[in-house]
């Protein structure tokens, strides 16, 4: 990332927000990688038009990364208070 971003994080939050939805989205609509990476990108310099692309786009990755850690410790948070276990890994 460059210096330029210096925006608290409670500032970008919901630009991370809206990328991780538009990526979703995008994905559930059957749309490869490349068209939900570009539709979280513009969807977070929506929220966020004075961040520049680059950054952006630094900031999109970290939010996805983020949302799949969160999901994947919910999923083995869930998997641990019912006792399921793990197959097929």
Known sequence: ???????????ILPA??????????T???GED???????AVKAFQQVLP????????QEMILAIAYAVAAAHGLVLARRRHT???LTGV
């Not at 990688?33 to 539709?39: E, R």
């Open 1 to 11: 990332m460059t210096e330029t971003l210096t925006l608290p994080r409670e500032e």
């Open 16 to 25: 991370w927000r809206a990328a991780v939805l538009a990526y979703r989205r």
């Open 27 to 29: 994905r559930q609509a």
């Open 33 to 39: 990688h490349h068209a939900a990476h570009a539709a």
């Open 50 to 57: 004075e961040v520049p692309k680059k950054d952006a786009v």
């Open 83 to 85: 006792g399921e276990r």
